[in-house]
């Protein structure tokens, strides 16, 4: 009863949703009360859904749902290996995500970047299964439509906002510096991070920040 008060409130309010389902083992089949409960929808973003059934996930595709995968906690805590390529190919929107620094140790997008290719390609047994070029998205383009923003940003496009990092390919880690996708996911660290724009304003040049006293 709580659940669907809330509910009716974010849709009267038109807010999106959050909502963690499906994490551990033993809580899977949440996606599935909130299908039956016709409860699914584009303005919902589910964490984790580590234990998902097929009909689950064809669930959140029919009903535009997006989730939000977080390799670092999901194996931190113990909720098991993210199914983020599975989700993605059924054609769910899905962003990569940090959840907590205070839990998964750091906001490394790059080290999440680098967890989510490696996990999908062992478990799938195939080096290519998901390229970096796909991993970059998820952690972009995607990590945007997956919290209903990607009309302002999560690409560089006219007209979005000019949130954007710059990264030094004259570091040493990253030369020589070729196929951009494979080593901003496979080869690039935070210390690369030369420039950062957040809607066009810059927040860190030259490997420094500029708005706060270090």
Known sequence: AATLRDREVAKDLGLPISVHANNFQTSAGGIQQLADRGL??????VIHAVWCTPQEIRALAENRVSVSVSPYSEMRIGFGFPIAAQLSEAGVAVGLSVDTPALSGNAD??????????????????????????????????????????????????????????????????????????????????????????????????????????
């Open 109 to 214: 997008m790059f080290a999440i970047m680098k967890a989510i290719q490696n996990i999908e390609n062992g478990r799938a047994l195939n080096e290519f299964k998901l390229t970096a070029r796909r991993v970059l998205e998820l952690a972009t383009i995607e990590g945007a439509r997956s919290m209903g923003l990607a009309d302002s940003i999560g690409s560089l496009t006219p007209g979005k906002r000019a949130d954007l990092i710059m990264v030094d390919t004259r570091a040493l880690n990253l030369a020589v510096f070729t196929e951009p996708a494979h080593l901003l996911v496979e080869a690039a660290q935070p210390a690369n991070v030369d420039t950062v724009l957040i809607d066009g304003r810059i927040v860190k040049r030259g490997g420094r920040l500029t708005t706060v006293d270090e």
């Open 40 to 45: 699914l929808g584009p303005d919902l973003q």
